[in-house]
């Protein structure tokens, strides 16, 4: 037998855990010194393992208790349940993780994040993810939906998609300089060359895609990210601009 002061010594848990652990009926001591101190055997120090594995596994006190009550306890079904849990609160903390990179993402495109914008992308996203499926699926060959996942997603943090969004905020900065300035037109070339790097030169892919981003309706239906009219004009605009140049060039 060990003293309370010795247990916590070699486990790390608190006087004040153990105590409370006797008070609940969850680990008892095996016995008491003359004084009234609380002393503990193997199978306490044992069954205190337990119940700290337990906890790192998210269990409740209620339910590690109910998990060590008896001999025949049903660990797998616990088990299942505790994984079930871990599963469903993981799809959770990755929805808010999207939800996260995408408010950051607004926020390097439009300089502030707009609650009322907020929720209205909230309520695209989640809410007609079935639709937008069915949209893409009608309005893309097998092929050309291999390149859909290619595409920039505002809720995502991969490097592209970053590059994407940073091309995009930039054209926004410089737009009061026209089309054919120096800045618009490096970032025009920079969008040529990522179209090919990501697309593999897929004109018509590239075309189709545009041809959707253009209309608010069809944008809205693939769940792309809105952008402004004005902003999709002047980059259509732009990159006719970058292109007569380089065919001039020729």
Not at 128 to 133: I, M, P, T
Request: some cysteine.
């Amino acid at each position: 037998m060990i003293s309370i002061k010795e247990v916590v010594k070699q486990t790390g848990v608190t006087v004040r855990t153990l105590r409370h652990y006797d008070h609940i009926g969850l680990l008892k001591p095996a016995g008491k010194t003359e004084g009234g101190h609380r002393l503990y055997g193997v199978n306490e120090i044992k069954r205190l393992q337990q119940i700290q594995f337990l906890k790192t596994l998210r269990f409740t006190l209620q339910e590690i208790q109910d998990m060590l009550a008896g001999e025949q306890q049903d660990w797998y079904s616990s088990l299942q349940n505790q994984l079930t849990f871990v599963l469903e609160e993981k799809a959770k903390l990755n929805q808010m993780a999207q939800l996260l990179r995408g408010l950051m993402n607004e926020y390097t495109l439009e300089g502030k994040n707009d609650l009322l914008h907020i929720q209205k992308l909230i309520k695209m996203y989640e809410g007609v993810k079935d639709e937008q499926k069915t949209f893409l699926h009608e309005s893309f060959n097998q092929n050309e939906r291999e390149l859909l996942d290619l595409l920039p997603n505002v809720n995502s943090g991969d490097p592209d998609t970053l590059e994407w969004i940073s091309l995009l905020a930039q054209i926004k900065r410089h737009m009061s300089k026209g089309i054919g300035a120096i800045e618009v037109q490096r970032i025009i070339r920079r969008m040529e060359e990522k179209e090919k790097e990501q697309f593999g030169g897929d004109e018509a892919f590239a075309e189709k895609v545009w041809e959707i981003r253009r209309s608010e309706e069809q944008s809205k239906q693939a769940g792309f990210y809105p952008i402004e009219p004005e902003v999709l004009t002047f980059i259509e605009d732009a990159t006719n601009y970058y292109l007569k140049q380089q065919k001039s060039l020729c």
